[in-house]
């Protein structure tokens, strides 16, 4: 990006990023690229006739590789050398020089690209050898039908009728244990929104609406919608929460864990505007604490207030960021009356937050889940909450090992995104997604259309659904529900034996 001094006096001393090489000789002038690119730095060079690039503004969004119809563009890292220093390493001088020409917050989008120990890629599954055979899922059944809810302590039948006499509580059914994370319409287009709603329903998930509110115009996906209640209560109301299939109250995400968030007036729309009812053009602060809730006293008056006015229909779920003390909150929680709980790793993605936040606050989700996991049943009271847990799902395998290690379900976000074009330039808080994701721009949001945008969530959903299949297949399983918790199933390959200790896991060979 250019990124010009505050004073406009010195030139910027950042240097591109990437470098934009287009052979000329496959260029047939059709100007698509010049057209895709929404960050300006594609050009028609009128004085020699040719596609021209200011490659100070590429983000590596791909778009132009993509339409291009010649296949005539790569994009390249570019590789400047700094000497080399482990300490100050080019992004810390790279960092350093932005801020000392803007004096701002250095703003980003997406999930941290830090080195972050992943450890879903430390944990090694088992599988079915000679006295415990394996199923082929393509012949015999395989449920991953899951239920989101609070559980009761005992089931009571009645002998006589054999019928349960035990009441239960609002129960949500999904055909898999995927879900879409929260991403708010104003943060994402109005068609995204539309395509999340559509790729539930057709999937048998849940979508969520974050914290802008629902437009009217998805109200028939309530079914399939899990409605979000946040600090800023943006598009809040009796409607809202009464067609909503779950409703989460948001108190922390995992990409800003303990700030607020902030949807800039340009991407304040007419339409975003009503949703959230706010009026048009104003910056929505979201501030950074409920400012209704300073315990969990607080917390439970919300939950049950929440209840009450859903007529106690509805599984009423918190949502927190992941945390040094993730289990006593989570502990706080369950006993505060949430029937769910989310949690959002360090990993977990935004359309906007600030850096050093992002990159630094916050822990793992899989070490969140396994200690929330392993608290909540040292109390007895796993069972009165459903555990959703976020922050970076990439594979089929990843969602199987949170399973293992305790999770009732996952939230997906970033791959969801990835499935309809996106590439992670982290270029979202710019509000010119050359992809028409993280825009309101009129003519940006026209890039994707729903029904296509929805077909290809849906598909990801249908393969890595199919991939757990499998990999319950070959560990002898057939079902998600015997697996939710069995850390049995897990190994682990590379960590400390006080890692394997907090994930709960033995190591491989043990
Ligand atoms: S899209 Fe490709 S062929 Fe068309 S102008 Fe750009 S580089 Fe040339
Ligand atoms: S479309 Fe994206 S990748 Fe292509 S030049 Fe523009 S910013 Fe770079
Ligand atoms: S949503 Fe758009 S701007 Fe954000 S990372 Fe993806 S492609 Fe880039």
Not at 162 to 170: H, Y
């Amino acid at each position: 990006m250019i990124v010009t001094s505050h004073n406009g006096h010195t030139k910027s001393y950042l240097k591109p990023r990437f470098r934009v090489d287009i052979v000329d000789e496959r260029c047939i002038r059709c100007g698509c690229c010049v057209e895709q690119c929404s960050f300006d730095s594609m050009y028609f060079d009128t004085q020699y006739q040719r596609i021209g690039s200011t490659d100070e503004n590429c983000v590596a969004c791909h778009r132009c590789v993509v339409f291009c119809p010649t296949q005539a563009i790569t994009i390249h890292q570019m590789s400047i050398e700094y000497k080399h220093n482990d300490h100050w390493r080019p992004d810390v001088i790279e960092d350093i020089t932005r801020q000392s020409e803007t004096g701002g917050v250095l703003i980003t989008g997406m999930g941290s690209d830090k080195p972050w120990t992943c450890y879903w890629d430390k944990l090694c599954l088992n599988a079915s050898q000679v006295t415990n055979p394996s199923i082929d899922p393509l012949r015999e059944p395989m449920e991953l039908r899951t239920f989101l809810g609070r559980k009761p302590d005992r089931l009571e039948i009645d002998p006589r009728t054999m019928e349960m006499k035990t009441t239960m509580g609002p129960q949500v059914r999904i055909e898999t244990p995927i879900m879409f994370s929260a991403m708010s319409y104003g943060a994402v287009s109005l068609n995204v929104h539309e395509a999340l709603a559509r790729a539930a329903s057709l999937a048998g998930t849940l979508y969520n609406t974050g914290e802008g509110g629902l437009h009217p115009k998805l109200f028939k996906y309530g079914p399939h919608t899990i409605v979000q209640v946040a600090s800023g209560r943006f598009g809040v109301h009796p409607a809202y929460l009464d067609v909503g299939r779950i409703v989460e109250i948001k108190i922390g995400q995992g990409a800003k864990p303990g700030i607020g968030g902030h949807l800039p007036g340009e991407k304040v729309s007419a339409t975003v505007a009503t949703t959230r009812m706010i009026p048009q053009g104003t910056d929505a602060l979201s501030p950074a604490p409920q400012h209704d809730i300073y315990s969990i006293e607080d917390l439970s008056q919300l939950i049950h207030a929440l209840k009450e006015a859903t007529n106690y229909t509805k599984p009423i779920s918190v949502k927190i960021a992941a945390v040094h003390n993730s289990a006593a909150i989570a502990s706080g929680i369950a006993r505060a009356g949430a029937d769910m709980i989310a949690i959002d790793g360090i990993r977990g993605s935004t359309g906007a937050a600030p850096k050093s936040i992002r990159d630094n606050v916050g822990i793992p989700i899989e070490m969140a889940l396994a200690s929330v996991d392993a608290r909540l049943r040292a109390e007895g009271i796993r069972n009165q909450v459903s555990l959703v847990v976020a922050g970076g799902f990439r594979t089929s395998a990843d969602v199987v090992k949170a399973i293992a290690l305790g999770a009732d379900a996952v939230y997906i976000g970033t791959a969801a995104l990835i499935s309809i074009g996106c590439t992670v330039c982290q270029a979202c808080y710019t509000g010119r997604c050359a992809w028409g994701i993280t825009t309101t721009d009129d003519k940006l949001t026209k890039r994707q259309n729903p029904e296509i945008a929805a077909e290809r969530m849906a598909n990801l959903l249908h393969s890595w659904s199919h991939e757990i299949k499998e990999m319950l297949g070959a560990m002898g399983i057939n079902s998600i529900e015997s697996l939710r918790g069995n850390r049995l199933h897990l190994r682990g390959v590379g960590l400390t034996r006080a890692e394997a200790d907090i994930l709960g896991v033995r190591l491989a060979g043990e």
